[in-house]
């Protein structure tokens, strides 16, 4: 039988038989085939459409079938598709040389560009150039709820322990700090009046040697760097009180501790910055970035780095190298999405779009106590389901949603839609929303109308 003619019912048989499980599917009760996207969102096989409020866990930012992005694809498909990465062309270098001025811009510091495929894959080469520059050393800190990626080293500076559980240990696990989750504090303290109590809880660990981070003789510290996302993602879209960041570069920068930061959800323009470090005013030593950097069209990943990390003289040829790294396709990819940053006042419309949004949340958080928490930094905005009581997390209602939303049929207008959610949160019940930068007010105000009928619908 020719693919065109096989139903969603005759791929679903093929696939129960021959793909593996293990790859980040089969969360919903019924599968889904999806045929074809545009901007804002997805259409199965029958025709279906679902408005898309996670866009590919961030990666495609700037909306599926983006003209100016795929034409730059395109384009560079007809010329130079293919080349091995140890050779050199025209976009490689353009895209890199964009992005590190674009980064010395904003944080007055000199650095260059190394590239890969896939956000694990950039956490994976940050780690070698933090291991190459602080010779020896071979611990990190990270955070609680940090999600770095789940290839062997990466899986080590990722809390979750069932991403490690089944492969052991490949090399040192990171020591866990909790993250300021005010909603839900780890020191059960009132952030309005706590002092930022975690901050001087971590700075306790380098008060003397046995705590085990600091020789108090000579005053080095085991730890190489911290890896930190400046928006907790995985963790549930978590924004940290504004002064945190600084409090701890000023700990990390003391006691010569690498600060690492993971853009790979957050970067380009999530956040309303190119960097949402940016916020904070912080000097990360090193950014790993993947994901938007395409827009989804290639797996095309990052870092950029202090000059005196990376420089030829100390991270020299071949250190790191991936067959596919800096392919031609993904860096006319990332040109596009650089150059389309540049065409569109993101600074200005993504804010304004985000506090649009979670208007229209906290006018349904006031009507329905089952939401315990709304929040956001830019357009990366979270939903925390609770039960009636406003706090404790009710992960049943919060997949309950999620499945309801992913069956379609939702009414609004005479006209029916599905609504595709992500779930995240320590709890697994908080709603983490990542629109297309490109969404507008009228598709935030129908998003808003389907998820109140879906709470109305599931909320029994």
């Not at 038989?17 to 199965?44: A, M, N």
Request: charged residues 25%; hydrophobic residues 35%.
């Amino acid at each position: 039988m020719k693919s065109k003619e096989l139903t969603a019912e005759d791929l679903l048989k093929l696939e129960a038989k021959y793909c593996s499980y293990g790859d980040t599917v089969h969360y919903l009760d019924e599968q889904i085939i999806f045929d074809r996207c545009e901007g804002p969102w997805l259409f199965d096989m029958q025709g279906n459409k679902f408005l898309d409020m996670q866009m590919w866990y961030s990666a495609v930012n700037f909306g599926y079938r983006n003209k100016d992005i795929e034409e730059a694809h395109n384009r560079q498909m007809a010329s130079l598709p293919q080349v091995a990465s140890q050779y050199l062309h025209k976009g490689k270098i353009l895209l890199a040389s964009t992005i590190a001025k674009e980064t010395e811009k904003r944080l007055g510091m000199k650095g260059r560009v190394h590239f890969n495929v896939g956000g694990a894959q950039a956490i994976e080469d940050s780690l070698k150039l933090v291991r190459n520059f602080k010779k020896g050393k071979t611990l990190m800190f990270a955070f609680m709820g940090g999600y770095h990626g789940r290839t062997l080293a990466a899986s080590e500076i990722t809390s979750s322990f069932r991403y490690r559980k089944r492969f052991g240990h490949f090399s040192n696990r990171a020591a866990f700090i909790p993250y300021p989750y005010c909603f839900r504090c780890f020191y059960g303290l009132d952030p309005k009046k706590c002092g930022y109590e975690c901050v001087k809880q971590f700075e306790k660990l380098f008060e003397t040697e046995y705590y085990g981070v600091i020789d108090s003789k000579d005053k080095e510290v085991e730890y190489a760097a911290f890896y930190v996302e400046p928006v907790q993602a995985t963790g549930g879209y978590i924004t940290p009180p504004p002064e945190y960041f600084q409090r701890l570069s000023e700990i990390l920068s003391r006691y010569g501790v690498l600060l690492v930061d993971d853009e790979i959800q957050m970067g380009f323009y999530r956040t309303g910055k190119l960097w949402a470090m940016e916020h904070y005013n912080v000097k990360p030593d090193i950014i790993a970035f993947a994901k938007a950097l395409t827009n989804g069209l290639n797996p095309l990943s990052g870092l950029w780095a202090k000059e005196e990390l990376i420089n030829p003289k100390t991270f020299p040829p071949g250190s790191t190298h991936s067959t596919f790294s800096s392919n031609p396709l993904g860096t006319a990819a990332g040109l596009a999405v650089m150059e389309f940053i540049g065409k569109n006042n993101l600074e200005k419309s993504v804010p304004e779009k985000g506090a649009y949004l979670l208007s229209r949340l906290k006018k349904l958080q006031k009507k329905h106590k089952v939401i315990g928490d709304v929040d956001g930094l830019g357009l990366a905005l979270r939903v925390e389901m609770t039960k009636s009581d406003g706090f404790t997390p009710d992960r049943t209602l919060t997949d309950r949603i999620f499945q309801e939303g992913m069956k379609g049929g939702i009414d609004v207008g005479g006209r029916k839609y599905g609504l595709v959610l992500d779930v995240g949160g320590y709890y697994k019940n908080i709603f983490t929303l990542a629109p297309a930068l490109t969404i507008t007010l009228k598709e935030i105000d129908l998003f808003a109308e389907l998820f109140e009928k879906l709470l109305k619908r599931c909320a029994v």
